[in-house]
């Protein structure tokens, strides 16, 4: 890791947090010489300045293994998960319910054809 941290750098205190939640280096194959919290870091990194993949700097890990991490927690639900659980203990800590007990949908939001359906939104041919 950098020895200057960047802004999006997770804190002790916020790596105490979320590391329980990210899946361990599975059991088998090659060791994992990569630490989970610099994979973090380098997709945090990536979320806060909008930049490609490929152009996370030399600094982080390499952005194909990044992806590969981004993905698979993706895929296996760590994302999820992790979003669950901190967005409870802010409800929780704001003196509010773990989870909400009622939705707001608002149909405006939802844009439709005013005309009505595939016809009325084609030329007709003559």
């Not at 990210?22 to 997709?43: Q, T, Y």
């Not at 490609?52 to 998960?81: I, N, S």
């Amino acid at each position: 890791m950098n020895p200057e941290p960047y802004p999006s750098d997770l804190s002790d205190a916020e790596w105490a947090m979320v590391e329980p939640f990210i899946p361990a280096a599975k059991s088998g194959g090659r060791p994992s010489h990569i630490a989970r919290r610099a994979i973090l870091n380098a997709i945090f990194y990536l979320v806060k300045s909008g930049c490609h993949w490929r152009m996370l700097p030399k600094d982080f890990p390499h952005w194909k293994t990044v992806y590969h991490y981004f993905t698979a927690w993706r895929k296996d639900g760590t994302w999820q998960r992790l979003n669950d659980v901190l967005r409870e203990q802010v409800r929780l800590q704001a003196g509010r319910q773990a989870t909400p007990s009622a939705a707001s949908i608002d149909s405006q939001s939802v844009k439709t054809g005013e005309k009505g359906g595939h016809e009325a939104g084609t030329v007709a041919r003559k």
